[in-house]
Structure formats: C-alpha cells, structure tokens
C-alpha cells in the first residue's frame, strides 16, 4: 500500500494526466447536459435550471422536420450500405486473404485511401459525377456515395479475419466433395459470422454518422438525421434553440444506442491489435 502512494508522489505526472482527463470529461458532460436540459426547458436565461421543463420542443421538430421519413430514410440508406458492402466487401476480403499476387499491397492501400483521407476532398468530386448522371438528390445517389468508404471498411475488417481460418478447414471439405458455394455457406459462413456482425455493426454507426458524403448528394427526399440536424441549425428561417437541441438529443441518443450495440458485439481493442498484426 505504501509503495503505491509512493509511486503516485514520486511520479507527479500522473496526476497532471488525470487533472486533464478529468476536466475533459467534466466539460464534455457538461455540454451534453446542457443541450438535453435546454431541450426540455422553456426558459433559460441567468440560471442554473430553466424556468419550467416541457416535451414539445420534440414535437415541434418532428413535425417541422419530417422525422419520421428522415428516420426511415436513414435507416433504408444504413441498411442498403450494409448490404451491398458485405456482399461486395467479404468476397474481396476472401481474395486479399487467401491470394498472392502483383500488387497486392498497392490493392491493400487503395481499400485504405477512403478510410484514411477526409471524405470531403473525393466527396466534391464524387458528387459532380452523380449529378452529372442525375443520380444525386436521390436515395441511390446517398447510398452509392457512401459506399465508396464502406466497402473498403469491410474488406479491412474482414481480411484478418478471414486469415485466421486454417486453409486445411477449406481443403479438407473440398476433398470430400464440397462445391464452392457449399464451403462459403456451410464451412466459412459460420466461421465468419462474428466477423460479418461486427463489420456491419461498424458499417452501420459510419453510416449514420457520415455527414460530408451525405450532405453533398442528398435530396429533399433523401435526407439522413445527420443531414437534418445540420439543416436544423443553418437552415433558412428561425428556430428556437429548444427545438435545435431536441434534434441534437434525437441524433445523439440514436448514435448512443448504435455505439453500444457495437461495443456489446465488437472489442476495439481487438481490432486494434488485428491491424497491428496486419500492418
């Protein structure tokens, strides 16, 4: 026990860490409280509470904002990703994992350029296209454009996975008469599962929070939460500030829910040490 408190005053800078983590975490549970009390207010001005507390600042922003087709918007478009990505990704995970070939590293380093740069600078650029093909302003147009960082995300998920699978499992169910398609679905299908899971989990929390790719794209009727918040706050017309924080709650409590749905089936931690092993 002593050692231990002496180890703290011997080493000084431990506290100074957790002073900052501390008050990182003090100011940031601040703001987050500050905006969910402020939706519920009535009046706030000099105080500590507001004057009284009511529920139709939520009312009033789903019905200004059509919540109810934005949310099934964004989950049609979330939806649509993860499907085409895992259909496309894992396939292309499979090759990277169990194929040797010219070039493969400058493969592995394009999947990882859309992850890695800002989705703004090829977003500009990748919207001029759609528009140019009348595909933007729509819901395929959003989910093209937000496959472009997807897929890669899957392929570089899945790829460790996928190499942790003994290629014996794969030869000796081709030696007792497997086709190809009976090994994907019976023999690496159930192998893969959690690997699958946890790729559209995360597919599914990038998706939803993807503002850049989506705003460039989207239309009056293709518009996510993410989106809709952003037209909450420098839309045309004037709001109250209630009603922008409820909308604030709204997507924060959706991204909050999705995270720790991810966390109940992903480790990062995991992930983490899968890439160091890749790289």
Do not use: C
């Amino acid at each position: 026990m002593s050692s231990a408190k002496s180890g703290w005053v011997a080493r000084p800078g431990r506290w100074v860490v957790w002073a900052i983590v501390a008050f990182f975490f003090v100011n940031l549970i601040g703001l987050v409280l500050s905006v969910v009390i402020d939706s519920f207010g009535t009046k706030w001005f000099g105080t500590w509470l507001p004057e009284g507390f009511t529920t139709h600042w939520y009312g009033d922003a789903w019905r200004e904002f059509g919540l109810s087709q934005v949310l099934f918007t964004t989950g049609t478009v979330a939806i649509s990703v993860i499907v085409i990505s895992v259909l496309v990704g894992v396939p292309a995970a499979y090759a990277l994992a169990r194929r040797s070939f010219l070039g493969k590293q400058l493969v592995m380093l394009l999947f990882v350029l859309p992850i890695l740069i800002p989705p703004i600078t090829y977003g500009i650029p990748l919207a001029t296209v759609l528009y140019k093909f009348h595909i933007a302003g729509t819901m395929t147009g959003v989910v093209l454009a937000n496959l472009v960082p997807s897929i890669p995300f899957v392929v570089l998920t899945m790829t460790p996975f996928i190499e942790q699978i003994d290629p014996k499992i794969e030869a000796a169910a081709r030696m007792s008469g497997a086709r190809t398609l009976s090994v994907f679905t019976r023999i690496l299908g159930p192998l893969l599962l959690p690997g699958i899971l946890a790729a559209a989990i995360l597919v599914l929390v990038r998706t939803v929070g993807m503002f850049e790719l989506t705003f460039l794209v989207a239309g009056p009727d293709s518009t996510t939460l993410v989106v809709a918040l952003y037209n909450s706050v420098f839309g045309a017309g004037i709001r109250a500030n209630q009603q922008v924080d409820a909308m604030a709650t709204i997507y924060t409590a959706s991204m909050l829910v999705l995270l720790l749905i991810a966390l109940r089936f992903v480790n990062p931690t995991q992930l983490v040490t899968r890439v160091r092993e890749e790289s």
